[in-house]
């Protein structure tokens, strides 16, 4: 049986004897204009499944078959992420997929977080379900903790497709120097602060981020050159998935060439600044502009 309470979060009960093991904090980093399980799950056809053995710990999902794709809300300990997956990007093995066209929640939920293939998924059914999932979107929602985006831009480069392909070895000294000013690059596994929603368990959303703790807030930047990269993956979904859910993204760009906030293909990012280093001769005394995205609202 698993029960949430009002005061903060889910937790389980039946399966370990430590409900605190159990408790999902009530406060998201989601945009506070943007509110997905009202928007396109309250009050319809869909299903919520949770699981206890997780590698990145308890989770509970929400799906709902749009016909042509699955839209799904996977919360964690510390992030809760939207995700729309075309159904011609779920595959099946063995003869299931010989046989039937079916997917079942567990395919669906690998596809948005492969770290959650092995966990053992079963359907919630609980008194006002709908309602307490909703409650779970309200603020307050950040509590001093955020998350943001932080994106390597080369010269030149002015899609997000482009950005997101860059390679941690690729960065300038530039930008090296900017991660150091920003925060402390800390290594994911075993670490015990705010981790933003990446895995510290099991190394899948990369070895090391970057943190910061400023007038006691912590930020867990998703920086696009530690996240994990395929070379298979032009659209590098890996990384989208994280920075994408994100409410604001910084660009470092290693010119100051403008950069129109649209490139990133997110309705949940609501605000994108730039930034650029001052270098020798430069007549201007600041390199750094910010915008707010149009896309974020439609």
């Known amino acids: 049986e698993m029960a949430l309470g009002f005061a903060g979060g889910f937790f389980a009960e039946g399966f370990t004897d430590d409900n605190s093991a159990w408790y999902i ?33 308890p989770v509970l999902v929400s799906i709902r078959d749009e016909g042509t794709a699955f839209r799904l809300i996977v919360r964690l300990q510390q992030a809760m992420e939207a995700h729309l997956i075309d159904k011609k990007d779920i595959k099946s093995s063995g003869l299931k997929r010989i046989f039937s066209s079916k997917k079942s929640p567990k395919e669906v939920i690998a596809v948005a977080r492969p770290e959650l293939s092995s966990a053992k998924f079963q359907l919630a059914s609980i008194d006002r379900l709908e309602d307490r999932l909703r409650d779970l979107e309200r603020p307050n929602i950040f509590e001093d903790k955020y998350r943001i985006g932080l994106v390597y831009r080369k010269p030149g480069q002015n899609t997000e497709n482009d950005m997101y392909n860059n390679l941690d070895a690729d960065t300038s000294e530039d930008f090296k120097q900017f991660l150091r000013l920003m925060g402390e690059v800390v290594d994911l596994k075993g ?17 090391q981020s970057l943190y910061t703790k400023f007038n006691d807030k912590e930020i867990m930047w998703h920086v696009s050159t530690l996240l994990p990269f395929f070379a298979s993956d032009p659209q590098q979904l890996e990384r989208k998935k994280h920075i994408g859910n994100d409410r604001a993204v910084l660009v470092f760009s290693d010119d100051d060439s ?18 650029s280093p001052l270098r020798s001769g430069d007549s201007t005394s600041s390199s750094s502009s910010s915008s707010s995205s149009s896309s974020s609202s439609s």
């Open 25 to 57: 904090a009530k406060h998201y980093d989601l945009p506070l204009e943007y509110i997905w399980y009202d928007q396109y799950f309250y009050g319809q056809a869909h299903q919520n499944f949770y699981a206890s053995d997780s590698a990145l710990g």
């Open 191 to 207: 670490f015990k602060l705010y981790n933003g929603g990446l895995d510290t368990t099991n190394n899948m959303s990369g070895k």
């Open 258 to 275: 403008p950069l129109a906030p649209s490139v990133f293909a997110s309705k949940a990012i609501h605000l994108v600044g730039v930034v």
